[in-house]
């Protein structure tokens, strides 16, 4: 049996844009708190129409060897057989339901 390349879904969120990349490595940084993104693939397979979407996010990463995504943008690593269209979704609704995890200011650590 062939030793088959992993290949890596990451799906993580930059300025209310929800981005679908696929690549070959994935690793943590040596930077605190980036997941380095090597290697990124695209959808080579023959087709007639032309996604401008894909297209648009071809030409933004296309010279891209290594990328650093902050933790936090994270939303979704998975390894994968294949892979299919990287695509970026802008964000829809305005309003979000992810709030911040509350932890103690400096001023309450000082009244206490």
Do not use: H
Not at 28 to 34: A, I, L, N, T, V
Not at 42 to 59: G, Y
Request: proline residues 4%; without cysteine; aromatic residues 10%.
């Amino acid at each position: 049996m062939a030793f088959k390349e992993p290949l890596f879904k990451i799906i993580f969120l930059q300025r209310d844009t929800v981005y679908e990349i696929y690549a070959r490595q994935v690793s943590e940084s040596d930077m605190y708190g980036f997941i380095v993104v090597e290697e990124i693939v695209f959808d080579e397979r023959e087709s007639l129409l032309i996604n401008p979407e894909q297209e648009k996010l071809k030409s933004e990463f296309t010279s891209v060897t290594r990328t650093y995504i902050p933790m936090p943008a994270i939303l979704r690593i998975d390894e994968v057989e294949r892979d299919s269209l990287i695509k970026a979704v802008e964000n829809v609704s305005n309003t979000s339901n992810v709030s911040i995890f509350p932890t103690k200011t400096s001023r309450q650590v000082r009244d206490e």
